[in-house]
Nanobody, 127 residues
Framework: QVQLVESGGGLVQAGGSLRLSCAAS????????MGWFRQTPGKEREFVAA????????YYADSVKGRFTISRDNAKNTVYLQMNSLKPEDTAVYYC????????????????????WGQGTQVTVSS
C-alpha cells in the first residue's frame, strides 16, 4: 500500500513555471513506476508524463514534451513535475499515480496500469 500526496499547484500566468511534488508514504517507493495525469471538468483524465522506478526512463505526452520534466528522488520518496512555459490549456487538476516497476516509462501512459492515485492539485494558467 502506498499513499500519495501532491503539492505545488497554484495560479500562474502564461509563460510561467510551477513545480509539482508528489510525496509517497512507505519504504517501497523505489518499487513503483510513477506517472502524472491531468483532468479538466467533463474530460477524461489524460496522461502527462511517466518515469520508471530508477528514473532512467521517462516519457511524455506530445502536448508537454519539451516544456515539462518528470524526475524522482527515491531517497525522499518524491516524484516531481517541473512545468515551464505554461499555457492556459495546461489548466487542470494534476494527479500523481504509482504503478508497476517492471514497465518502461513508454508503457506507462495508460490509467489502468496504476494502482494508487493521489488526491490531485489544481493548476490554473491565466492568459
Amino acid at each position: 500500500q502506498v499513499q500519495l500526496v501532491e503539492s505545488g499547484g497554484g495560479l500562474v500566468q502564461a509563460g510561467g513555471s510551477l513545480r509539482l511534488s508528489c510525496a509517497a508514504s512507505g519504504r517501497t517507493f523505489n518499487r513503483y513506476g510513477m506517472g502524472w495525469f491531468r483532468q479538466t471538468p467533463g474530460k477524461e483524465r489524460e496522461f502527462v508524463a511517466a518515469i520508471n522506478w530508477s528514473g532512467g526512463s521517462t516519457y511524455y505526452a506530445d502536448s508537454v514534451k519539451g516544456r515539462f520534466t518528470i524526475s524522482r528522488d527515491n531517497a525522499k520518496n518524491t516524484v516531481y513535475l517541473q512545468m515551464n512555459s505554461l499555457k492556459p490549456e495546461d489548466t487542470a487538476v494534476y494527479y500523481c499515480a504509482a504503478g508497476p516497476s517492471f514497465l518502461t516509462a513508454q508503457r506507462m501512459d495508460v490509467r489502468h496500469i496504476y494502482n494508487y492515485w493521489g488526491q490531485g492539485t489544481q493548476v490554473t494558467v491565466s492568459s
